[in-house]
């Protein structure tokens, strides 16, 4: 008999779901759809909002749970292996979502346009992420690749591997975004190094590297507005 109470009250964000759509439920209600059953002591949605707690500042609640780790899940009493990998697949999901919206019909003309796309994604990246846009003759990004994530520094990343990219893609101009961690984005030594090289590179084969914006925490440095690069328009 308590077996079946507690799987009624864990059926209530699903009850909830089916009567007044996802776009009613709380963040706890819908993850708790997810993780399906709790424990003895817990429902299912209390479970949920155990999971959302464990999101840290400045990326609290759902925001944050792409940068829970599995152990950090799995510390919770109820969330085994499976929920903890479900709970994962959603946040990478729901990241990849956001950037394939994001990314349909994206026309930039402006370098802080470019840092206002890719802030809110690299600005509390914890490791370095390179970025590369392809763009058409009207400034329509029509791929965007990610080059590198992790331990790999700027400088390690090839000029070649850019262009492959870019003449695969047919593109007329390419970007180039890359975070630092520490929050500060001037540029290092490395950063100028390649940002020359690539621009070398993109004269010898007629596409031109139009910016290469560095990302700190809520700033961003950009090598076309510091006039490092040759003046072109987006």
């Not at 993780?35 to 002591?41: Q, S």
């Amino acid at each position: 008999m308590p077996r079946r109470k507690e799987n009624r009250i864990q059926e209530f964000p699903y009850e909830r779901f089916l009567r007044f759509g996802p776009e009613n439920l709380t963040e706890a209600e819908l993850l708790a759809i997810i993780i399906r059953t709790g424990t003895r002591e817990k429902s299912a949605t209390q479970l949920a909002e155990e999971v959302l707690q464990l999101a840290k500042y400045p990326k609290e609640g759902l925001l944050g749970l792409h940068d829970v780790s599995l152990e950090e899940l799995q510390s919770i009493k109820g969330i085994g292996e499976v929920k903890a990998v479900k709970l994962k697949c959603i946040a990478e999901l729901s990241v990849r979502m956001s950037e394939a919206k994001a990314g349909d019909g994206v026309k930039f003309q402006t370098s802080g346009q470019v840092a206002a796309y890719f802030m809110e994604r690299l600005r509390h990246r914890n490791t370095e992420c390179v970025y590369m846009a392809c763009m058409d003759m009207k400034g329509q990004v029509i791929r965007e690749k990610k080059l590198s994530e992790g331990s790999v520094k700027m400088s390690l990343i090839s000029p070649r591997e850019i262009f492959l990219e870019a003449l695969d893609a047919k593109a007329v101009n390419i970007l180039l975004v890359h975070n630092h961690p520490s929050g500060d984005p001037t540029p290092s030594r490395s950063d100028r190094e390649i940002t020359d090289n690539v621009r070398e590179m993109g004269e010898k084969l007629d596409i031109p590297l139009l910016d290469h914006i560095v990302i700190g925490d809520n700033r961003y440095f950009s090598f076309r507005e510091a006039d490092w690069l040759e003046n072109r328009n987006y």
